[in-house]
């Protein structure tokens, strides 16, 4: 695929290196905010001041001088200290639409030289409770990352680790058993909804024992887990059980690789990892005194298990209780011969609601359910990844499920709804999107929708490089304004042939756009609306 920035940027980016005595030289193109400054400008000029000793306005107008008319400028002027602007042609802008054309909802897509297999854990709850909000926001982060990253031509493996083992599970089973038998769950156990909903669904003797409730118990609590997930359009591939590191003896075999390498030391009759060396902020213990295995003993097993599998990078999606297991991980792998920076942590923080439409509900705590009755899976995924993962995000149900500019979800989806409407429109009419061949030149509002086409391939590209959905968000938003401009201005469905094919392309390829897009981060692109 073209990178039509770069195309326009090559020649500048040559005549600064010749005055620079072939020193290369970096050019940023930027969209000026007055149209009339020009369809793109540089400041390459007063940062070659220094280095020159010149004044930047002389600079650029000798790049000015040195890229001639023709071709993909129809015109360059030097305004200001020193800036150089550029009027593009319409030459520029008939390639631009035929190549986005042509790729369809493929356009953006990557094809990268080094084809990584990429595990992304995502969600990965304790299997004692429903699907809260904050979870929810891990699994449309996780997910939408992963789509991301395949966009951008990489092996994506989406996992979900049941901690199925230990006291918390014990007591789990024993609350739905107290439960059942109209008793309060032991000290420490499980007091919410989820254990009495259970305790009338199993058929299990009241009488019968702990181990054989929380048997009967955490299976169904699985498969609740699991429902509310595809709710959310999050596809799991893999349901990755904790039991199973200790049952097939991976624990055993992870500390004894640790060990073999010199990083594995018996302290105080408990067995420690020697992760302090490594970056963590002190030694963790895998063996307790008692000889039971700590969680950090079952994670250092978990993180071999996902390397011998193939995966040459692993991505752990961690709420902000778990900032300190950034390091730990990352001491864990370097512990047992990995590269420390093949493990990504993204540590996403808290998430709230607010707005009447949530109603009733019980406690401080609303579940992934709850917020889909509220205001529906588009929103719900929309909203989830409207903020970067590093910032805290309240919701507001009601602007959430208003149908006016105000709330974005709507917006982008009507951008998207009202591109497929002209279509429809236009084929009734026996006309449509062409491949090329126009000789119309576009006017204001078609360049600056064509220009924030031209972006999309860095936008999809930098928000999969940098585990940041919300790019695409932000995109989106930027994409549906100019559409609408677009669409509200201009006759699309023009009586001149050549200026309606080219306009009816290039509103295909912005319905293309958005519903890709929208894809990526899980919601969908309704035709009509």
Known sequence: MTDLIARLSAPIAGAAAA?????????????????????????????????????????????????????D?????????????????????????????????????????????ILVELVSANPTGDITVASARNGAYGDAVARLVAFAGHDVVREYYFNDQGGQIDKFGASVRARRRGEEPPEGGYPGAEPSALATQLDVDPDASVEEWTAAAVPLMFARIKASLARLRIDVDIWFSERELHSSGAVDRALARARAAGHVYDRD????????????????????????????????????????????????????????????????????GHDPAAVEVPIYQMVTVSGERM????????????????????????????????QTMDIDLDL???????????????????????????????????????????????????KRLVEWPQVAREAADRRA??????YLSQLAADFHVFHHDLRVLHDDADVRAFRLTVTGCVGDTIGTALDLIGVEAPDAM
Not at 359 to 388: C, H, M, P
Request: with cysteine.
């Open 469 to 474: 959905p919300h790019r695409v968000v932000a």
């Open 73 to 117: 400028y129809a015109g360059v002027e030097v305004a200001g200290a020193g800036f150089v602007n550029l009027h593009l042609s319409p030459h520029w802008y008939h390639d631009a639409v035929a190549e986005a054309a042509a790729a369809g909802t493929r356009y953006g897509a990557g094809a990268p030289a080094a084809r990584r297999n």
């Open 359 to 390: 109603g009733k509900r019980r406690g401080n705590v609303v579940t992934a359910d709850e917020l889909i009755d509220a205001i529906g899976v588009d929103a719900a995924r929309f909203f989830l990844v409207q903020r970067s993962h590093d």
């Open 269 to 336: 009759g408990a067995t420690w990892l020697a992760t302090a060396q490594f970056g963590d902020d002190k030694d963790r213990v895998l063996i307790k005194a008692d000889g039971v295995p700590t969680y950090f003993a079952a994670d250092i097993a978990y993180i071999e298990h996902k390397f011998a599998r193939g995966h040459d990078r692993l991505l752990y999606i961690l709420g902000a209780d778990h900032h300190g297991y950034v390091a730990r991980l990352q001491a864990a792998a370097a512990c047992l």
């Open 400 to 450: 959430a499920v208003r149908t006016e500019r105000e709330n974005p979800v709507y917006y982008v989806q009507y951008a998207h709804a009202r591109a497929r409407s002209i279509l429809r429109r236009a084929a009734e009419e026996g006309t449509g999107p062409t491949a090329g061949g126009w000789a119309h030149a576009p006017e204001r509002q078609e360049r600056e929708l064509v």
């Open 19 to 71: 005055l620079a005595d072939g020193v290369p030289v970096d050019v940023a193109l930027e969209r000026p905010a007055d149209a009339e400054h020009g369809d793109y400008a540089t400041s390459v000029a007063l940062r070659l001041a220094p280095m020159l000793r010149r004044s930047p306005r002389s600079i650029a107008e000798d790049i000015a001088a040195r890229i001639s008319d023709g071709g």
